[in-house]
């Protein structure tokens, strides 16, 4: 049986009046434990006796590849195997793709690309003997910067005249903003410990969605799916980077194939950098008309984005401009070069994070045109209903954030001129800007077994940081009448119904709805032995209520258990309705007037998602959103060797995240709601919000201090200081 | 990593012989020389195991300091005597890496430590450094942090230690233990080369040469001050970083010691900016002038144009406040 | 080649190849996967572990060359029930992914040992001496340690509770 919901409409909330109370609360993760010690065990920390060890190597030009020495290495002391097999893939697989990516050795259509696999009998054996390996190509590298190539994509949105609104507009803004190509970096690099049993083949490995990884697995070994087993119970943060199958876990699954024994195979950092898709830098020409009063007429956001040849995602910039505010006129869309760089595709937040970023900042510049708060542009222009379609907003909290955040921040007590403060050699200011993420919903399963001892519930479902094992424990145990200790999820393994996996931001609200909805299921048959009406069921720790009648659930049980199946897909409320997420960023920031350098002092964020489901985890996620935005805003970005398109810093000494000195005390503010049209729990994805638009906070903050606009991310010292000097 | 034998040396005479064959390389900290050999960068036959030497001390060495090659940056940085008269040395230490590193990192290790620069470590692009005569990749490649000053038509790598650029500041000498026993001091001064037509040759090192300590003279100049520009704020390698040792006598600069890191092919000074601040009194003029000096020979590539400006404004802001 | 190490208390002597990191032996010839490989290159903080009661980067050193050391890792650092750091992590949800974390705690436990020892940092205003742990000390003397995440605001927030019961007790 299963209790199956196509949201279609808005749905009732339940939650409300159950009686457990840890829906919400701020409950500690039941799984820190086994992460504070040590226990939890990644994908590489599992090594069964007799496993052989794989390393990839690189392509280290373009073209076709001729391996020179290939028997001197295969036939060198601890070397088990050099595989060169036309299933291996040529980058990792794009979010959901649910098929192989394009797959081949013999040409590298990048610099990076893995073309084959030593497996040895040690780590040592196998990395000295992939580096022994001596490739040549013998290709050119074709195009490999953005403004070499013809541009493709699909036609502009268009509506009115952009162009008569333009010159027409009492103030207007016309810019291009460039973000930096970037990389997801999880802190686990990706892995894969595969081993067969017969034709049946299991993998662990650092995967986000695991329904859709093992059909693309399945797919490049050219297999039933049905034979593939995947694990992934702890992923060391993914943020789109394990999204698809990536290339160890195809090679390592032929490796053991072949070789007849376990394999593993960890990518070295530098490999994951080129190996997993990357967020393609953007180029983006942001056009603005306003009236007088700073009402926009027009809004124009074209942008140029990259990807290798072969690859279906092209970076979608724009998704928040469509619906983000109003004025009649507008140009919006993508444009994609083709270039023979390492893949592209979806990082934390896809589009919005780059999108909404340039877009604030150049809302900032016209709110400097038209003389006005930028606080008070934003609110001048938010639409009521969505601009294009013209349909209605599940909800609107945009107004809410912008007032509360600015409240929190302090941000009235702002001069309005730029340059206005100064410490010593730091010029100090202030900046602000809007977030917007769409919120969507994937199709997701889960069940859950309710026996005396509590109940256990099962989903492939992936847990990459996010909290998934709090908020589903806290599900279960609010619909069941249950404290967390009586709740047991068990996660990352194709066994269990497919869950939605990790992405998107949808990841809490598609797998959690399916845990509440089995766990209806269960209500409903705990209402049918109590004789009454679920509507009237109580349940709580472990006790059911209904009326005057109270009984253990354990006693109802009878010795058996009960059994849920929920089962949950989007339906007409995810296009009858604009489903968003929205927020506030606010930030104070320091600029050394004789280096450039930039610190961030202080971030306010304010973020409104539906129902919080857990407050001390949705508080992380909205940490890690606002740390990201610093890095894109001030430190990180990939450099491509402009002669091939090699990524050239691919390390973390090179490639700058941010350091626990970059991030200063960041204050977020989570706006309660209830969205009745995200399904069930009413709840929306937050793990992408906290990004989208954190840097220009932090830029538009750089200009209020020294009056430097930086259209180039990241502003680096050498770029804050051009306009300084 | 290629095997190698492994070689614990129990005192610095046995070092020293292992280190004489050929292929043999010390290891101290071994943070900068495992990171190369992973990427085989670096691929010695053998590896000289030094840490377990007795060169870990800090003693009292005619008015200055005698560092041990193998005290860690922590140690050395945290020296009390190091904190009250050299305080610069402490800055630009704890200016560098992480706190793990720096308690691994040596004296002798972090003055020998290589270049960052990425084509160096890609050992699928041309590199004169790794490999003489290959070529330079970095030359038209991707440029940032490499050198402007001390460059030339093989190489622009830049040295990138920050220990080193405060004690050339302070006018340090190395002192080296050769193969054969005879004991060497070389001025700092002296002691990195140029990178000319061969770069892979950085020191005036030879094969099986052992640095046991490092010699500080008494300080020159009681205002010390280590300034270094980053890309965040902390756990990355300079940009520009200025160290300088001033001593002031009647409103005129008495003594001046400046070096620089983030813009030589080896820790920076310039005896002529030195010579050009000594006897002047502090003003904007005489600090614009000692960049110009500075940077009269620099040789900037696309990518590392902006620190022609940043080198300038971060030297006169040093000396501001080393001259207050 | 054989080497005993002492980790976490108990002496254990393992035959390395020479090329193995200290990180690579502990995770694989002595089965202690808590320690993290992030990067292999020094760059993350991930392996952090203590030997000799400092904090180091595993993936940068050899196992040969800690041959009779005493080493921490995060297994170690529970004696029966979580450490007051390891709860104030959990507490203040010092993580997300949990992938850093056994680095950020070793890590943590060396930083408060060179604080207590007095020892200066990048943050430090005077070199004297006498360091609190101010959010600037803190957030440099962490900076080893990256977290994709980004929990630094728990990470520190949990130190500094650690660092305050074990002032106070
Ligand atoms: C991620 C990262 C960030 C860093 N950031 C910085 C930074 O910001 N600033 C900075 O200055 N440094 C930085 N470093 C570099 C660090 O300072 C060096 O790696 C360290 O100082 C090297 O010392 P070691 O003892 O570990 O050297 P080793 O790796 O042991 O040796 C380095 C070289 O010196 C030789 N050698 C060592 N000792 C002797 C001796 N006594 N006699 C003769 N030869 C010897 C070795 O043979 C080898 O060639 C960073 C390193 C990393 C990995
Ligand atoms: S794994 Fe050692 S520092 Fe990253
Ligand atoms: S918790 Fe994920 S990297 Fe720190």
């Known amino acids: 049986m299963s209790l199956d919901l196509k949201v279609d409409g808005q749905s009732e909330d339940r939650a409300e009046g159950y009686a457990q109370g840890i829906l919400g609360t701020p409950m500690d993760r039941p799984d820190g434990e086994a992460k504070v010690t040590g226990a939890a065990t990644y994908a590489a920390d599992e090594v069964p006796e007799g496993c052989l060890v794989g390393m990839l190597v690189r392509a280290p030009g373009h073209g076709r590849i001729e391996v020179l020495n290939l028997d001197e290495v295969r036939n060198s002391d601890g070397v088990r195997a050099v595989i060169r097999d036309p299933r291996m893939i040529r980058n990792a697989a794009q979010g959901t793709a649910n098929q192989a990516p394009v797959q081949g050795v013999d040409k590298a259509d990048y610099i990076g690309q893995p073309v084959a696999l030593v497996v040895a009998e040690s780590f040592e054996t196998a990395r000295h003997a992939a580096h022994s390996l001596k490739l040549r190509t013998d290709g050119s590298p074709g195009i490999v910067n953005p403004e070499d190539a013809e541009p493709e994509g699909e036609p502009d949105t268009t509506t009115g005249d952009l162009d008569g609104a333009m010159s027409s507009a009492a103030h207007s803004v016309d810019v291009i903003y460039t973000t930096a190509s970037s990389v997801s970096a999880a802190m686990e690099p990706h892995a894969t410990l595969a081993w067969w049993d017969g034709d049946r083949l299991t993998v662990r490995s650092a995967l986000q969605m695991l329904k859709y990884n093992r059909n693309e697995l399945a797919d490049s070994l050219e297999i039933d799916p049905e034979n593939v087993r995947l694990l992934a119970p702890f992923v060391g943060g993914g943020f789109g980077s394990k999204l698809g199958i990536s290339a160890d876990a195809v090679a390592a699954a032929i490796a053991a194939k072949e070789l007849g024994r376990p394999v593993q195979v960890v990518q070295h950092r530098r490999q994951v950098f080129e190996t997993v898709t990357r967020r393609s830098e953007t180029r983006q020409r942001i056009r603005l008309a306003a009236d007088a009063e700073g009402r926009l007429s027009g809004i124009g956001h074209e942008s140029l984005v990259s990807n290798l040849p072969g690859e279906g995602f092209a970076e979608p910039v724009a998704q928040a401009t469509h619906f983000a505010y109003g004025g009649a006129h507008r140009v919006i869309g993508e444009r994609l070069a083709r270039l023979n760089r390492p893949a592209a595709g979806s990082v934390r937040a896809p589009g919005e994070a780059v999108g909404v970023t340039a877009f604030e900042c150049a809302m900032d510049e016209l709110a400097s045109d038209v003389g006005i708060d930028p606080v008070e542009l934003r609110l001048r222009n938010i639409p009521d209903k969505d601009p294009e379609s013209g349909i209605p907003f599940s909800s609107h909290m945009l107004e809410r954030s912008l007032r509360e955040g600015a409240e929190r921040f302090g941000w009235a007590a702002r001069d309005v001129a730029p340059r206005a403060r100064r410490e010593g050699e730091w010029w100090i200011g202030t900046g602000m800007a809007a977030a917007f993420r769409v919120n969507l919903m994937m199709e997701a399963e889960a069940r859950i077994a309710l026996s005396p001892e509590g109940a256990v519930v099962e989903t492939d479902m992936t847990d990459i940081g996010t909290g998934t094992y709090a908020i589903l424990t806290q599900i279960a145990g609010e619909a069941l009448g249950l404290p967390a200790d009586r709740v047991e999820v068990r996660l990352g393994d194709t066994t269990f119904p497919p869950g939605s996996g990790s992405g998107g931001s949808f990841g809490a609200a598609t797998t959690g709805n399916a845990v509440w909805l089995a766990a209806q299921e269960i209500r409903q048959a705990i209402a049918q032995r109590m004789n009454c009406d679920e509507a009237d069921l109580t349940l709580k720790d472990g006790t059911a209520i209904c009326g005057n009648e109270s009984r253990p659930i354990a006693e109802l049980l009878d010795g058996g258990s009960l059994n849920g199946h929920g089962h949950v897909t989007a339906g007409d409320a995810f296009s009858d309705v604009r489903q968003s997420t929205f927020g506030a960023h606010f930030a104070e920031v320091a600029v050394n007037d004789v280096t450039g350098e930039v610190r961030v002092r202080r971030m306010q964020g304010t973020f409104a998602c539906g129902r919080i489901l857990n407050e001390k985890t949705a508080r992380s996620q909205c940490h890690g959103g606002m740390t990201w935005g610093i890095g894109m805003a001030l430190t990180e970005g990939l450099t491509h060797d402009r002669r091939d398109g090699h990524i050239v810093n691919r390390d973390f000494a090179e490639y700058h995240m941010a350091v626990n000195a970059d991030v200063p005390p960041l204050d977020v503010h989570l706006l309660e709601e209830r969205d009745p049209w995200s399904g069930p729990l009413q709840a929306k994805g937050l793990g992408e919000l906290g990004i989208c638009g954190a840097g220009a906070a932090v830029l538009n903050a750089v200009h209020h201090a020294c009056g430097v606009r930086v259209r180039d991310m990241p502003a680096t010292p050498d770029r804050v200081l051009a306009g300084l000097e | 990593m290629k095997p190698f034998d492994y070689v614990r040396a129990e005192d610095p005479a046995a070092a020293r012989k292992a280190a004489a064959t050929a292929g043999a390389t010390f290891i101290s900290g071994g943070t900068n020389l495992l990171d190369l050999m992973k990427l085989e960068v670096m691929a010695p036959d053998t590896l000289v195991d030094i840490s377990r030497l007795p060169l870990d001390g800090i003693e009292d060495h005619e008015g200055g300091l005698r560092i041990g090659a193998t005290v860690t940056n922590s140690d050395l940085a945290a020296d009390m005597r190091v904190r009250r008269v050299y305080p610069i040395l402490s800055r630009a230490l704890l200016a560098g890496a992480s706190g793990q590193l720096r308690n691994k990192a040596t004296t002798g290790g972090n003055l020998l430590q290589r270049t960052r620069c990425p084509y160096f470590y890609d050992t699928d692009t041309p590199c004169n450094k790794r490999t003489p005569g290959e070529g330079c990749a970095a030359l038209g490649g991707e440029t940032r942090n490499h050198a402007i000053l001390g460059t030339s038509d093989h190489c622009i790598a830049l040295h990138p230690s920050d220990m080193a650029v405060a004690m050339r500041a302070l006018g340090a000498q190395v002192e080296v233990e050769a193969a054969d026993g005879t004991t060497k001091l070389h001025e700092m001064d002296d002691f990195y080369r140029l990178p000319g037509d061969t770069p892979h040759i950085e020191t005036v090192l030879q094969p099986g040469d052992l640095i046991t300590a490092v010699r500080l003279p008494a300080p020159q100049g009681d205002r010390q001050v280590y300034r270094k520009v980053r890309d965040r704020a902390s756990y990355a390698f300079a940009l520009v970083s200025v160290g300088a040792v001033i001593r002031m006598e009647q409103g005129r600069i008495a003594h001046a010691g400046v070096a620089f890191g983030g813009l030589g092919t080896k820790p920076w000074r310039d005896p002529e900016v030195d010579a050009l601040l000594t006897g002047n009194a502090p003003s904007r003029e005489l600090f614009d002038e000692a960049a110009d000096t500075l940077l009269r020979g620099a040789k900037a590539q696309d990518g590392t144009e902006f620190k022609l400006p940043l080198a300038r404004r971060v030297l006169r802001a040093t000396l501001e406040e080393a001259t207050q | ?169």
């Open chain 3, 1 to 169: 080649m054989k080497i005993t190490l002492t980790i976490n208390k108990h002496a254990q002597t393992v035959d390395v190849d020479p090329r193995v990191s200290l990180l690579d032996a502990l995770r694989g010839e002595l089965g202690l996967t808590g320690s993290k490989k992030g990067c292999d290159h020094g760059q993350c903080g991930a392996c952090t572990v203590l030997v000799n009661g400092r904090r180091i980067n595993s993936c940068l050193s050899l196992a040969v060359m800690h041959d009779g050391d005493e080493v921490t890792t995060v297994e170690g650092l529970a004696n029966g029930e979580l450490s007051p750091l390891q709860a104030a992590f959990v507490e203040h949800d010092g993580f997300q992914c949990g992938f850093c974390t056994p680095g950020q705690l070793c890590s943590a436990t060396g930083m408060l040992g060179e604080l207590e020892d007095g020892w200066p940092s990048h943050a430090s205003d005077s070199l004297e001496g006498g360091y609190e742990l101010t959010e600037e000390e803190l957030s440099e003397r962490m900076s080893g340690n990256l977290c994709r995440c980004s929990c630094y605001p728990g990470i520190n927030a949990a130190i500094r509770q650690a660092a305050e019961k074990d002032g106070a007790a």
